[in-house]
């Protein structure tokens, strides 16, 4: 099936920096999500991006779809403690299903 | 608006055991999913719905059932609990793209 490459797997940085992570997949994709997972939560739609070469921000958070529709970024900037969490990247690809795509997601730690 | 909701939230089982997870959406959306969740592994597709009275398989559905009982409900059966359906399960419903999660459901199978 299809797969998402997240990456790095974990981040231990210092509050104030800032931070980048990315997806890549083999297939195309028509939409990429970004979500966040708090312990002993659900996950929470950060971002969502509909067009290739689209930037779009939230507060700190700026993502990317890339222009070859295989790829996302996602930016934080002046990392904060609260930003501690997994950060998953999603695809869709309106191929016939319905289907959500997941990365592995990446791990942040903030030391304040 | 409650969103999606999910219970239990905590269970522990016995091998052999079996039990139904619910999952309600009160967003009007048409698709719905059940994934799990294991340390290092992401969230894994076990079964989806497009729309009511339509259930598909994802990437690990051996050992589940599903039930799209109507537009709001979805639930996940255990007919048999193993061990290695141990993890955090999680429900989600969609319009087109943008899904929504409830909080999961804990698992522990003994």
Redesign the interface.
């Known amino acids: 099936g299809q797969q998402l490459n997240q990456s790095p797997q974990s981040m231990f940085i210092q509050e104030g920096e800032d931070v980048s992570m990315n997806c890549t997949s083999s297939s195309i994709f028509n939409t990429w999500l970004w979500y966040k997972q708090e312990p002993g939560e659900g996950p929470v739609l950060l971002i969502a991006l509909y067009k290739a070469g689209e930037l779009t921000s939230n507060g700190r958070l700026t993502a990317q779809f890339g222009i070859t529709r295989k790829d996302s970024f996602l930016n934080i900037s002046a990392s904060i403690p609260s930003d501690v969490g997994i950060y998953f990247c999603a695809g869709h690809n309106q191929g016939g299903s319905e289907k959500l795509v997941f990365g592995k997601g990446t791990k942040l730690t903030v030391n304040p | 608006n409650a969103g999606?909701t999910q219970t239990p939230k905590f269970q522990v089982l016995k091998t052999g055991q079996s039990m139904t997870l619910q999952c309600a959406q009160d967003m009007n959306h048409?698709?719905m999913?059940w994934?799990r969740q294991d340390p290092?592994?992401?969230?894994?597709?076990i079964y989806?719905s497009?729309s009511e009275g339509t259930t598909?398989k994802?990437?690990v559905p051996n050992g589940y059932n599903v039930s799209r009982l109507n537009k709001r409900e979805f639930s996940l059966r255990l007919e048999s609990a193993a061990p290695s359906q141990t993890s955090v399960y999680?429900c989600?419903s969609?319009q087109r793209?943008?899904?929504?999660?409830?909080?999961?459901t804990r698992l522990t199978v003994v």
């Open positions: 999606v048409n698709s999913y994934y290092g592994m992401g969230l894994r597709l989806y497009a598909d994802g990437e999680f989600a969609s793209t943008e899904a929504f999660f409830g909080q999961g």
